[in-house]
């Protein structure tokens, strides 16, 4: 009898330390000022299509805030929010701000990344639709004040929309990875050229390699 408690205290033992040692996963639909994603935090679209969190990339032991497929594996990343300024460890947390602007902040509250919206929006919360993109929007209106579709990384995603401005030339572009593991701005970039007809430009740096248009 002494023995076989001996043998239930030792798997009571053993069960308590392995739930302890188990990471609490948060899966969140959608992020207002007061909740915040940390890492094994995730946000998830309404049909579980993207997921939204912090991850590394391949061997690298950079931490980025990056949205993939969620049911694709290998993962497949489609956006990168700190794609220039990784995190050096898993202490970042991703919020919102009562103004509506989403920012990335250390585990000493110095800030990473952040949205830079000029917008002051009331009621503000964050979404991750089922097509990939991020989305700010006011809680009575339901109106988008900012949305990561605006600043595309590498992929182009269906509903997203290469812009560009024929006054000041300004214009967001695709621009590829340094390499497979980092998320940098490399050499490449595809965007729509204003200057005369519009056309769709391929360079790398600031050599033109590709032009589809007149």
């Known amino acids: 009898m002494a023995r076989t408690r001996t043998y239930n205290n030792v798997v009571l033992l053993y069960s308590n330390i392995m739930i302890f040692f188990i990471p609490f996963v948060i899966s969140l639909r959608s992020l207002t000022p007061d909740k915040s994603i940390h890492y094994n935090d995730y946000l998830v679209s309404e049909t579980g299509k993207f997921e939204a969190g912090f991850t590394n990339i391949e061997n690298s032991q950079n931490i980025y805030f990056c949205v993939w497929y969620k049911n694709l594996n290998p993962r497949t ?12 460890n898993s202490t970042g947390i991703f919020k919102l701000t009562d103004t509506g602007n989403p920012v990335i902040v250390d585990g000493s509250e110095n800030t990473i990344w952040f949205s830079n919206a000029s917008t002051i929006v009331e009621n503000p919360f964050l979404l991750l639709l089922d097509t990939g993109n991020i989305v700010v929007r006011n809680g009575s209106l339901n ?29 967001n572009a695709l621009t590829s990875w340094k390499n497979s593991g980092d998320p940098a701005r490399g050499e490449f970039s595809y965007y729509i050229d204003s200057n005369g007809f519009p056309q769709l430009f391929i360079s790398k740096g600031s050599v033109l390699v590709y032009r589809l248009g007149s």
């Open 143 to 171: 109106d988008v004040w900012w949305q990561s579709f605006d600043y595309p990384g590498d992929t182009l995603l269906p509903g997203m929309i290469l812009r560009t401005n024929r006054i000041n030339g300004a214009h």
């Open 77 to 88: 990343i489609v956006w990168v929010a700190n794609r220039d300024t990784p995190l050096q």
